[in-house]
């Protein structure tokens, strides 16, 4: 099959395109023909060596970890799905190796999640990582119709799913973000105000008695989260380890096909939508690299095998 791999930490120029085996589908598993994949920053993080110390590696590595594709073949003991059937998965292992920027990919049916119909191929790749992430971190904190909840990094890949996830529970929703992108912030119900010197007398202008929840989607925020919360108030963060001697809670995103169903059910209902930025070609997984890398874009960027 053709991929995209390497077989050596390092930069842009470590990626090269390779024919590798078809994977091989094992128990517990579904082998899926990728339709699409989508970029996440953690893809050329790990590239770079970044998580060495967390996740066991085997060279050559296929980096990617969402997708949407078809159901190809079935592992023993897979009565869930059934060859042909559309699905999507935060495709992430127990360790680095084959991943979704390719033509085939073996999957967990413990990811594994049913694509809507109503989503397209590009939404349903670049739904997995980032909701799942603000979907868990969100269900950790009990966020409710009762809550004000201030989002950390509002417009962000992960910031903009928690911000609209929020809202369909009915939180009321601060939601931090430069001024540009205040109305598409206000455009989900969101009261946006901009970041930088002053958030906290900013959010205090909204929120005199503070908030109830924080959800930190960008790090390094610390200081005004615990300046915003009221007492009693509940606080995560994504990026920031240092929340857990703040009596916080650090998230990391785990692979649930139940968790994505019902991100899925959100989206099929219109409470949920996924903004495409650009669609690359596999074998310019490189360039694609380089525009997550410039942070200054709005929505996924897909990968089309």
């Known amino acids: 099959m053709r991929a995209m791999a390497y077989d050596s930490y390092g930069g842009l120029d470590v990626l090269a395109p390779l024919h590798l085996p078809r994977p091989k589908c094992g128990p517990g598993e579904v082998l899926v023909r990728v339709r699409r994949a989508a970029v996440n ?3 050329w993080k790990l590239m770079g060596g970044h998580l060495d110390a967390l996740m066991d590696v085997y060279f050559p590595v296929v980096p990617g970890w969402d997708v949407a594709g078809v159901v190809e073949e ?6 869930e799905f059934s060859v042909g059937d559309e699905v999507m998965a935060y495709a992430r292992k127990d360790y680095v190796h ?3 920027f390719a033509e085939l990919v073996s999957v967990p049916v413990r990811a594994l999640a049913p694509k809507p119909a109503s989503m397209s191929w590009d939404e349903a790749a670049g739904l997995p990582l980032a909701g799942l992430t603000a979907y868990q971190l969100l269900n950790r904190l009990q966020v409710n119709a009762q809550d004000t909840l201030l989002i950390h990094g509002a417009a962000g ?3 903009f799913f928690g911000t609209q996830i929020a809202r369909s529970l ?3 929703v601060i939601a931090t973000a430069s001024e540009r992108n205040h109305q598409l912030l206000a455009e989900q119900g969101a009261e946006p105000v901009a970041y930088g010197d002053g958030l906290v007398d900013r959010v205090r202008a909204l929120a005199p008695e503070g908030v109830s929840v924080v959800a930190d989607f960008v790090g390094g925020v610390l200081d005004t989260t615990r300046a915003v919360l009221r007492a009693g108030g509940r606080h995560a963060s994504i990026a920031d380890h240092q929340v857990l001697a703040a009596g916080g ?6 692979p649930s096909g139940d968790d994505l169903a019902a991100l899925g059910a959100l989206a099929e209902s219109g ?3 996924v903004p495409v930025a650009r669609v690359f070609p596999l074998e310019e997984l490189a360039e694609a690299f380089t525009l997550s890398q410039s942070g200054h874009v709005h929505g996924k960027i897909i990968i089309a095998p």
């Open 41 to 43: 920053p953690v893809d």
């Open 74 to 79: 079935l592992g023993i003991d897979v009565p």
């Open 98 to 100: 084959g991943g979704t």
């Open 157 to 159: 890949g992960v910031g």
């Open 170 to 172: 009915g939180a009321r």
């Open 249 to 254: 809670s650090w998230i990391w995103v785990r």
């Open 271 to 273: 409470r949920l939508r």
